[in-house]
T-cell receptor
Framework: GAGVSQSPRYKVAKRGQDVALRCDPI?????LFWYQQALGQGPEFLTY????????KSGLPSDRFFAERPEGSVSTLKIQRTQQEDSAVYLC??????????FGPGTRLTVL | DAKTTQPTSMDCAEGRAANLPCNHS???????VYWYRQIHSQGPQYIIH???NNETNEMASLIITEDRKSSTLILPHATLRDTAVYYC???????????????FGTGTQLKVEL
């Protein structure tokens, strides 16, 4: 069956531009997570949704980062006024009620 | 979640067993040990998890010491496709009302060679 998909796979932005990253979770998965992975590091938690409710956003690094999941399925991570330090791979994962998380391939964001 | 310690890198010959250690000396009684791996340019992939008993599935075996302060992930017959970063993660089960997020460290880079 279809896994978690993310788009775009690669994104280059000029410093100061806004970007939107999309995640399509596995159908029926109520939990959705966003992680940020810097080069050579493990993924770091950003935020978590259960259906459309954002239950934990403690990992969002600044108020320039915003995530939504309005209908409890597709999610979008938006970064406003991108900075060079935002360059990373952004990973989305989904799961059924706390069971193992299934990850997408990630979006590699490069901010010039 | 408790902190884990893993070696930075390991090598293994193809066809041999790969044994990846993990220390989690501050693990609590309600915390599980999870293993994920990340092949280059892919997202992490779930491998296995356990509480205190040894576990086995089609991918690997997980051996947890009796005091639960350390564990070993075993890939019985490593292949070149098993080359990846392996993450050992300790987390509370959601079923006990714990948090959902995974806290990754830097993991072990396993290189399987001919």
């Amino acid at each position: 069956g279809a896994g978690v998909s993310q788009s775009p796979r690669y994104k280059v932005a000029k410093r100061g531009q806004d970007v939107a990253l999309r995640c399509d979770p596995i159908s029926g998965h109520v939990s959705l997570f966003w992680y940020q992975q810097a080069l050579g590091q493990g993924p770091e938690f950003l935020t978590y949704f259960q259906n459309e409710a954002q239950l934990d956003k403690s990992g969002l690094p600044s108020d320039r980062f915003f995530a939504e999941r309005p209908e409890g399925s597709v999610s979008t991570l938006k970064i406003q006024r991108t900075q060079q330090e935002d360059s990373a791979v952004y990973l989305c994962a989904s799961s059924l009620a706390g069971l193992e998380q299934f990850f997408g391939p990630g979006t590699r964001l490069t901010v010039l | 979640d408790a902190k884990t310690t893993q070696p930075t890198s390991m090598d293994c010959a193809e066809g041999r067993a790969a044994n990846l250690p993990c220390n989690h000396s501050t693990i609590s009684g309600n915390e599980y040990v999870y293993w994920y791996r990340q092949i280059h340019s892919q997202g992490p992939q779930y491998i296995i998890h356990g509480l205190k008993n040894n576990e086995t599935n089609e991918m690997a075996s997980l051996i947890i010491t009796e005091d639960r302060k350390s564990s070993t992930l075993i890939l019985p017959h490593a292949t070149l496709r098993d080359t990846a970063v392996y993450y050992c993660i300790v987390r509370v089960s959601i079923l006990t009302g714990g948090g959902n997020k995974l806290t990754f460290g830097t993991g072990t880079q396993l290189k399987v060679e001919l």
